[in-house]
């Protein structure tokens, strides 16, 4: 038997079991995973196959693999630390822009931790070391899934009739004026608006915001306000003014459209490193579409998408909390 055939089956078995997967419901995490066991399973049989032609490049090419992780780590410590000063410096020193800076700095610490365990050799450090070297590879494995999928999802687009954009709200500035978040978010559901009266449909536009601490109006008037003053006309716009999440945005925004017109189809507006998340929340909450981004400044995003990913985690907190209670188990088991 060719020693590429084993990998190359799980390959194929992997990808069937993703596109059967996101054809069926693509607001899936799960989907995350199957599609990145695929391409593991794609690169083993591409080494295989090289393998069987020049062993001698299968191994070259193995070992910069191999290489690429450590420099990756510190490429990546660095590059959240960066980002978490520009962070600090153009969006203020808010808990939420925190999070980059004290990812990147964390990744140093555990680098230097491991160095100070491995010269002083103590079973309790060790033991430590070990679990939380487990507990980090554990939930680097979920975030690297979360974002492949979450790079997928954002690109794929549905060409189903539309009655209904939903715009998501995200707070205001001021207290009454759209901030450049909000805006892209705004200015994407109005292309989208744009683009179905193109093709002879006349959806309605749905702005979803509530009246959060210290905002002057709901967000859901300011938002309407925005896009008429760029051209939508009024009567278009379904306000949706209680809710103060996001399931609640979908949840409310679901009830008006069901209302409106029960079997409706709609998609939903957030910004990109929203995207994922917010698509999981529509499948929980029986909203009828897809979620689609709009473009977020560049420096915002890294620290964005860690919010995103830990609310995630937070989600599924009793999976992850036992999963982690193993890993912390195993670890002393080896070491005492």
């Known amino acids: 038997m060719h020693p590429a ?10 990808f069937a079991v993703f596109l059967v997967s996101f ?12 599609l990145f066991f695929a391409l593991a399973f794609l690169g083993l049989t591409l080494i295989s196959l090289l393998a ?13 693999l191999f290489a690429l992780i450590p420099l990756t780590i510190v490429v990546l410590a660095v590059f959240l630390i ?21 990812a990147g700095v964390g990744i140093v610490a555990l680098i230097v931790f491991g160095f100070v365990v491995g010269q002083i050799r103590w079973a309790p450090l060790e033991a430590l070391r070990d679990g939380v070297d487990g507990i980090v590879a554990y939930l680097s494995f979920l975030f690297v899934c979360f974002l492949l999928y979450s790079l997928v999802y954002g690109r794929v687009r549905s060409r189903r009739p539309l009655d209904f954009v939903v715009v998501l709200g995200s707070g205001l500035l001021g207290g009454k004026n759209v901030p450049p978040l909000l805006a892209s978010r705004l200015d ?18 749905v702005t979803s915001g509530g009246q959060g601490p210290g905002e002057d ?40 459209m069901c209302s409106r017109k029960p079997g409706y189809r709609c998609v939903v507006v ?8 917010a698509a999981l929340t529509a499948r929980k909450v ?12 560049w420096y915002f995003w890294p620290s964005a998408t860690l919010r995103e990913f830990a609310a995630i985690l937070d989600d599924h907190r009793i999976l992850n909390g036992i999963v982690c209670a193993v890993i912390i188990a195993a670890s002393l088991l080896k070491n005492f």
């Open 82 to 102: 960066g980002n978490g000063v520009i962070m600090l410096r153009r969006e203020g020193r808010r808990p939420a822009n925190l999070l980059s800076l004290a």
């Open 188 to 205: 994407r559901g109005r292309r989208v608006l744009d683009a179905e009266d193109r093709k002879g449909r006349s959806p309605l536009l």
């Open 286 to 297: 029986k909203v009828n579409g897809q979620v689609i981004g709009s473009r977020t400044a």
């Open 217 to 256: 109006v709901p967000e859901s008037h300011a938002m309407a306000d925005y896009l008429v003053d760029r051209g939508v006309p009024r009567e278009r716009i379904v306000l949706e003014d209680r809710s103060r999440t996001t399931r609640e945005n979908l949840a409310f925004s679901a009830g008006l």
């Open 270 to 277: 957030t910004n990109n490193f929203h995207v994922l998340r």
């Open 52 to 64: 069987s032609l020049s062993p001698e490049a299968a191994a070259i090419v193995a070992f910069g």
């Open 23 to 34: 054809l069926l419901e693509r607001r899936r995490l799960r989907n995350g995973f199957y």
């Open 5 to 14: 055939l084993i990998p190359l089956a799980a390959t194929v078995f992997c």
